[in-house]
């Protein structure tokens, strides 16, 4: 036991798929110092998803608009949390704003990269390169880590799901515990459309599950509703479309009843990964190299066309053409693997 346990604050970040990939840096400080108190400031959106990570003491809600800098609400938060006393906050966001909390709050030591003016705020400022650090989880870590200090094995995120919760749901909705394999789908992509695999390729492939006698469900929000609406027209309705009745904890613990799950590069994918089910990652627009799947099951199909990756939230070619030259043929084959 240490004789001075650390007290960690993590500013997090604010997408699903980044804060799974901060799971890694949570795992490697518990690791390294297993009775510290981690507490992590994030939006509360995301605070199911840090309950099904076992090393996150404390799930801090950040109230703030995005966009905003709601600089008193920031400075009341931060003034509120100086009595726990952080020995080190670490800043995942590259913001000022996400600076001004663990500053007021007087964590001792303040660690992030060089990002909007956040000198002084941060006492521990690193300039990133990207060359060393290339994907989004080495950096997170990264910052953990003595600025001379070499990356060590990363170790993975890995979710905690409930099935007892997975069970209520399905109950909720009416849907009974599947007696075959489920084929999970994930057509949705918050970024935009550039992301998104075709609505018409994700039902072959639940065609072809449905053809094996598998269920198939579709997973996303209400944002993702268009493209599941898509894929249970083009299946005559003969899935089991979640997008919008769910709540992401709810989601986390159905796509671990998944026997495999078909996405595109997004926030569910990350989940699914870190659950460990087989994945097969489409991507078309973002880099696999950036932001991969964190897990050994993870099969990604990626073309790396001239014009690819953009990041571009819709094709700026008109063609998408780094999604559509990936065949449904090619995900099935992956799925067979």
């Known amino acids: 036991m240490e004789k001075n346990p650390p007290r960690f604050l993590i500013v997090g970040p604010s997408w699903v798929g980044d804060m799974v990939l901060a799971q890694s840096l949570f795992k490697l400080l518990k690791q390294r110092h297993p009775d510290s108190r981690l507490d992590v400031l994030a939006p509360a959106w995301t605070h199911p998803l840090l309950a099904r990570m076992p090393e996150v003491d404390e799930a801090v809600a950040a109230p703030f608009v995005h966009g905003r800098l709601d600089l008193g609400v920031r400075y009341r938060l931060g003034r509120h949390l100086r009595t726990r006393d952080y020995d080190r906050a670490i800043v995942l966001p590259n913001s000022l704003k996400s600076t001004i909390v663990p500053f007021v709050a007087r964590a001792r030591v303040r660690s992030g990269f060089i990002g909007e003016w956040r000198y002084g705020l941060l006492n521990d400022i690193r300039r990133l390169d990207k060359r060393k650090l290339p994907r989004t989880v080495d950096r997170f870590v990264a910052l953990a880590l003595s600025p001379d200090e070499e990356l060590p094995d990363i170790p993975l995120p890995r979710l905690k799901p409930d099935t007892d919760k997975a069970r209520a749901t399905l109950s ?7 007696a075959t394999p489920v084929l999970g789908l994930c057509p949705g992509a918050e970024y935009g459309p550039a992301k998104r695999w075709p609505a018409e390729n994700f039902a072959e ?26 894929v249970q027209s083009l299946t005559q309705n003969r899935c089991f479309d979640l997008a919008g009745k769910t709540t992401l904890e709810e989601a986390i613990d159905l796509l671990s009843l998944t026997a495999a799950v078909v996405t595109n590069d997004s926030g569910l994918m990350h989940v699914a ?58 995900v099935a084959a992956a799925l067979k693997g």
């Open 172 to 178: 909720r909705l009416n849907h009974p515990l599947p």
């Open 205 to 230: 492939v639940a065609k072809a599950g449905l053809a094996k006698g598998w269920e198939v469900w579709l997973f996303g929000s209400n944002k993702d509703k268009p493209e599941t609406d898509a």
């Open 273 to 330: 990964a870190a659950l460990l089910r087989p994945v097969v990652a489409l991507y078309g627009s973002s880099d696999p190299k950036h932001t991969p799947p964190m897990s050994s099951k993870a099969t990604v199909l990626y073309l790396g066309l001239s014009c690819s990756p953009c990041f571009e939230r819709e094709c700026p070619l008109g063609h998408l053409n780094c999604l559509r030259q990936i065949g449904p043929e090619r």
